[in-house]
């Protein structure tokens, strides 16, 4: 295993000499085995031996040996090829990791980052108390840092283990050369997850007898082969769709009193497996080859089949549920995805009667029920199909775009995916299942899909907004905001909100998402936007916005920012969009204040929807409503040094961290040229971010009056901010302050029912 200091102090040059010697070797051999230089070779002797007149022994024994060993010279060609190959390769890659091991300690330590010699990520500057010491990293900028480094640090052991494996393969025949070898690395990473693959099938046939020991190295394995396309494929199509099922079923709950407790580790080595599994499926799902479509199609096919334990046991889930759990990782087919989810919503919808019961009854055996997800009581959906779907969709955007616009049924008894799964009011919509305590987990689950989808990348990882370069570009990118829009309309009350417990945080990164569509929906008072040059402004067309009508909008950022972290994931992207909308209209002093005074508008809409629900929620408790109150300004402490994307989507986009350490991309109305930190955004405009972090005062917030004075404070900054670095007169800067108020109050009173309960 490498090591970051080995990484960090790793000399490459005798691996550069080896080389080069491996490649004159490889010369020289070339000639004895093919000629080239006029001299005694291989070929020839294989030839003169095969065309000779051989006689008695000669003609069996001394021919044969004659021939083996000429062709023994295109083994040692062969071999030493391959051994150069992977030398290359090896040296090549790992110059690479070193290379991006020192920019990332190097952009990391500007920002007071260090990387000890453990690689872990620590605070490097003076203590907060000197005078003048800048801020110490977030906690959030701290975990990005360990990513960076740990994923560098991941992808340097992942080509040193498969450069040694392969150079060890050859070195195994003491007598003989390998007459196959390796094309590269790629090439041996390939073979070496086949043979994993036929191992690991070995383990499989096990099924639940499976030791501690087996089921660790199964994990390792898996592990190292995540990214394999070979070693997904292989290990799939062999263990075969019934296989698949019945391995995880019996392995999951063995029954009979050998179904592991929760809290032992038994149980923690099965949710690796859980995930591991997962992951081979979903890639192999993506393997184009004929066995794998005839896997995909069997698999649907089983979903509604109950699959009993080998041992006989009474609990039979269908093959929809035992499959379930496997697909909350990784990243499924979208073809697949699409089959199968239109099979189980069709099967579920089937039971929708009086007589038969509703996903509640269908999914759920209460007198035989079988564990089937890890770790149990986990965060994960248990026993719901259909929940597991909606994870799987959240990894995949396109696949989750695709299937919130496709039915099930038919005739008068057709009905959208989105209004079964979401209009939960409708006529024939899903009844989702509850928990015990009568939560439903699965609308979390629902949130994430609509989050991939909308968004366009999944829902847990590293936000990157998908670029618009393309007519299928933009058409992805319309579709997306189609979707939106539809998110906007319905979800435009607390109340809605509140009965898909678990969806708020979802639907809080959908909107700072489409934050520039929802500034652009919110600023065409009595329909004025057609006078305003309102298209124009925004860059409605390079941008691709779409307007999610007024009202709408209104009330769906009413219903989020009641909320706190809602409000404040919320708030950040408003100030980033905002900001940049100023930057982007530098060229007119009149224009940048006129953005950024419409920016402010959105803040006063913000802040009053969130006062007000303080106001209801701690009417009879000042003390602890003023607490409340206090906390709101806490969210203008992040991270401002966060990278600006370039040449990503929606013009570009920054990426800031929110609560609870979760990034999201926000929109920017800028183009940015060259790198991040020193674009005209980052250098300029939103240089009031890092300059202005905003924590709790001293004096304690005493009333709502007070917290709306620290609010329009905060939003007024950006203005002060240009104000100051353009040279503005006071004189010509108050006509912009009135303006500014007007709009914080005007966008107050858009959210503004009472402050308080009647």
């Not at 979760?662 to 183009?671: G, N, R, W």
């Amino acid at each position: 295993m490498v090591t970051y200091q080995e990484l960090h102090d790793l000399n490459l040059s005798k691996l550069n000499t080896a080389v080069t010697q491996w490649q004159q070797m490889l010369n020289k051999l070339v000639i004895l085995a093919d000629g080239g230089d006029g001299g005694v070779n291989a070929a020839d002797l294989e030839k003169k031996a095969n065309a000779a007149d051989w006689k008695g022994d000669s003609a069996t024994v001394t021919r044969k040996f004659t021939t083996t060993t000429a062709r023994q010279f295109d083994d040692m060609v062969t071999e030493a090829r391959s051994i150069h190959s992977i030398l290359h390769g090896a040296h090549a890659e790992l110059k690479k990791h070193k290379e991006d091991l020192r920019t990332a300690v190097d952009t990391w330590a500007k920002k007071n980052i260090y990387i000890n010699s453990n690689g872990n990520a620590q605070y490097a500057g003076p203590p907060r108390e000197v005078e003048g010491a800048p801020p110490p990293p977030t906690q959030e900028e701290l975990d990005a840092a360990q990513r960076d480094i740990d994923r560098i640090m991941a992808a340097a052991n992942e080509t040193d283990r498969i450069a040694a494996r392969a150079l060890r393969k050859h070195a195994e025949s003491k007598y003989d050369f390998d007459e196959k070898g390796f094309k590269d690395l790629n090439d041996a990473d390939r073979q070496q997850g086949i043979e994993d693959a036929d191992a690991m099938m070995r383990l499989a046939s096990k099924g639940d007898a499976l030791t501690d020991a087996e089921l660790k190295r199964f994990n390792q394995v898996a592990g190292y082969h995540r990214d394999n396309p070979a070693f997904a494929e292989r290990f799939t199509t062999k263990l075969g769709p019934e296989g698949t099922l019945t391995f995880w079923r019996s392995l999951a709950d063995p029954g009979r009193g050998h179904t592991p407790d929760p809290d032992s580790d038994r149980a923690k080595l099965l949710a690796k497996v859980q995930d591991n599994l997962g992951i081979t499926l979903a890639n192999a799902t993506r393997v184009d080859t004929p066995a794998m479509q005839e896997w995909k199609d069997r698999m649907i096919a089983l979903g509604d089949d109950q699959i009993k334990h080998p041992n006989g046991m009474p609990s039979a889930p269908y093959g929809f549920q035992v499959l379930g759990p496997l697909m909350t990782e990784g990243k499924w087919d979208t073809e697949f995805l699409s089959k199968y989810g239109k099979s189980v919503i069709e099967f579920e919808r089937k039971f929708d009667d009086s007589v038969l019961g509703g996903p509640d009854q269908v999914w759920e055996n209460r007198f035989n029920p079988a564990q089937l997800s890890y770790p149990p009581g986990g965060t994960k959906p248990d026993s719901d199909p259909v929940a597991n779907l909606m994870e799987a969709l959240g990894h995949n955007p396109e696949a989750s775009l695709k299937f919130f616009d496709e039915s099930t049924g038919k005739g008068d008894k057709e009905m959208s995916n989105w209004d079964y799964l979401v209009d939960k009011d409708g006529e024939g919509a899903r009844k989702w299942p509850t928990d015990d305590d009568g939560k439903t987990t699965g609308y979390e689950n629902l949130g994430h899909a609509l989050e991939s989808a909308t968004l366009g990348y999944a829902y847990d990882e590293d936000p990157s907004i998908p670029p618009l370069k393309t007519e299928e570009d933009k058409t992805a990118r319309d579709l997306r905001t189609l979707l939106m829009d539809r998110v906007v309309d319905h979800y435009q009350t607390s109340d809605t909100i509140d009965g898909q417990d678990g969806i708020r945080k979802s639907l809080a990164n959908m909107a700072a998402g489409h934050i520039d569509s929802l500034n652009y929906s919110l600023d065409n008072w009595g329909n004025s936007g057609a006078y305003t040059d309102r298209d124009g402004f925004y860059g409605r067309e390079a941008n691709r916005l779409r307007d999610f009508e007024g009202p709408a909008s209104a009330g769906f950022l009413r219903a989020l920012a009641s909320d706190k972290d809602a409000y404040e994931t919320v708030s950040i992207a408003q100030q980033v969009y905002g900001a940049s909308t100023m930057a982007a209209h530098d060229g007119s002093s009149a224009d940048a204040m006129n953005a950024g005074v419409k920016s402010v508008r959105m803040h006063g809409m913000l802040d009053e929807a969130r006062l007000e629900a303080i106001g209801m929620e701690f009417h009879d408790d000042k003390e602890q409503r003023n607490l409340e109150i206090e906390k709101q300004g806490e969210w203008r402490k992040f991270a401002a040094g966060a990278a600006v994307g370039v040449g990503v989507g929606v013009a570009t986009a920054l990426i800031v961290p929110t609560g609870g350490a979760a990034l999201i991309a926000v929109p920017i109305a800028i183009e940015t040229i060259g790198g991040a930190a020193n674009t005209v955004v980052a250098a300029d405009t939103l240089q009031w971010i890092k300059d202005n972090e905003f924590d709790n005062r001293d004096d304690s917030v005493a009333s709502i009056d007070q917290a709306k004075a620290d609010g329009s404070a905060n939003a007024i900054v950006p203005l002060i901010n240009y104000k100051e670095t353009h040279g503005m007169s006071d004189r010509e800067f108050s006509d912009w302050v009135q303006k500014a108020q007007g709009a914080y109050n005007d966008g107050g009173d858009i959210t503004d029912t009472s402050n308080s309960p009647n």
